[in-house]
Every structure is written in structure tokens, then in C-alpha cells.
T-cell receptor, first 112, second 113 residues
């Protein structure tokens, strides 16, 4: 079964608007990562936040992590049509193993 | 371009057949991971190899097997194929066994008819 659940499943916005996606997970984690996938292609790593971090920024991306609520959010500011893709959160589990448990993803559509 | 290569890009085969998917990790990466992406199951971790040895196992069927060779490339073998095996199969690599960021290949799209 999947560890992470993204919300919403789909999001449609206009260029220039901000997009917020949420992820909830079930067990203890070592880190949480966000990936982007363009239409059936490979996944691209966006950002990683460790379990002892609360917020991280990378360009137009802002990620928060609340381990007490077992949730994370990804904010994309000033969205562009090129941001149209599916976004997945993935949890890295403790124990020295590096398998990632992916959520179901959020499909983001940014309209010009 | 992640630096991870996968062949073939597309594969069409019949039920009961056997196929081999190939992955070459990024230069310097010792870990290789296999994932399956399907509409009903989403992205599922199958198996991880580190420097030739199996490191972690996920939801991999007994009909599936993998190995990592001395040159660090990996192969995923799928046998006795069923319609439900149709999916995108991704390979990813990372520097070490416990490294965190994984770099994904473009995937192999398998269609079982």
C-alpha cells in the first residue's frame, strides 16, 4: 500500500498563480522528497526535506514538513505553463534503506 | 537528462512470454532501484541493488527477478507475463546504499497483449 497520499488529486490554475499540493504519510520517515513527472516520462527530483527540517526553498519551490501531523506541502509560486505535470511526494524510510514510497500524485495543469 | 539510461523504450509482447529490461546507472552511482508504475497501483518500489548485491526488496512478484552486474548495469527479468504486468518500469540510481536523492531513467513502457 502507498505511504503518501497527495491532495488534491488534480489542480487547474492560471499562469502566474501559486499552486499548493499537500502530502500525508503514515509512518516515521527519514526524509520526504518531491518529484515531478511530465506525461508518462521519467521522474525529476525537485527537493528533499529531512525529518528534522521544517521548511526548505529551491527557486520557486517551497516545501514544508510537519512531522507531528505527518504531512508536507509543496508550493510553486508564479506558476508557468511548463510546470504542467504530475507531482509526487515520496518518503524515505529510516533504517538505512533507500527505497522510496510514493504517493498517488497531484496532476497540475497551468493554463496560459 | 538524468544520466540514467533504460532500454528498450517500448516493448510489446504476449501473455506467457519473458522480457528483459536493461538499466545503466549514472556514472559513479552504485545503487540501482526498479519501480513499476501502473494506473491502478501507482508507483511501486520493486527492488534495490547496491554494488552487485540485493539490498532491499519491495512488492516484486516471484515471476520477476533482477540482478546487477559487475559493470553496475542492471537487468529486470519479467517472466510468464500477464496482462496486468503492462506498466511503465523505471530504473533509478543513487550514489550509495543509503543515499537519498534518486535519479530516474526515462522508463520502459511494457504492453502485454
Amino acid at each position: 500500500s502507498q505511504q503518501g497520499e497527495e491532495d488534491p488529486q488534480a489542480l487547474s490554475i492560471q499562469e502566474g498563480e501559486n499552486a499548493t499540493m499537500n502530502c500525508s504519510y503514515k509512518t516515521s520517515i527519514n526524509n520526504l522528497q518531491w518529484y515531478r513527472q511530465n506525461s508518462g516520462r521519467g521522474l525529476v527530483h525537485l527537493i528533499l526535506i529531512r525529518s528534522n527540517e521544517r521548511e526548505k526553498h529551491s527557486g520557486r519551490l517551497r516545501v514544508t514538513l510537519d512531522t507531528s501531523k505527518k504531512s508536507s506541502s509543496l508550493l510553486i509560486t508564479a506558476s508557468r505553463a511548463a510546470d504542467t505535470a504530475s507531482y509526487f511526494c515520496a518518503t524515505g524510510l529510516p533504517g538505512g534503506y533507500n527505497k522510496l514510497i510514493f504517493g498517488a500524485g497531484t496532476r497540475l495543469a497551468v493554463h496560459p | 537528462d538524468s544520466g540514467v539510461t533504460q532500454t528498450p523504450k517500448h516493448l510489446i509482447t504476449a501473455t506467457g512470454q519473458r522480457v528483459t529490461l536493461r538499466c545503466s546507472p549514472r556514472s559513479g552511482d552504485l545503487s540501482v532501484y526498479w519501480y513499476q508504475q501502473s494506473l491502478d497501483q501507482g508507483l511501486q518500489f520493486l527492488i534495490q541493488y547496491y554494488n552487485g548485491e540485493e539490498r532491499a526488496k519491495g512488492n516484486i512478484l516471484e515471476r520477476f527477478s533482477a540482478q546487477q552486474f559487475p559493470d553496475l548495469h542492471s537487468e529486470l527479468n519479467l517472466s510468464s507475463l500477464e496482462l496486468g504486468d503492462s506498466a511503465l518500469y523505471f530504473c533509478a540510481s543513487s550514489v550509495g546504499a543509503g543515499s537519498e536523492t534518486q535519479y530516474f531513467g526515462p522508463g520502459t513502457r511494457l504492453l502485454v497483449l
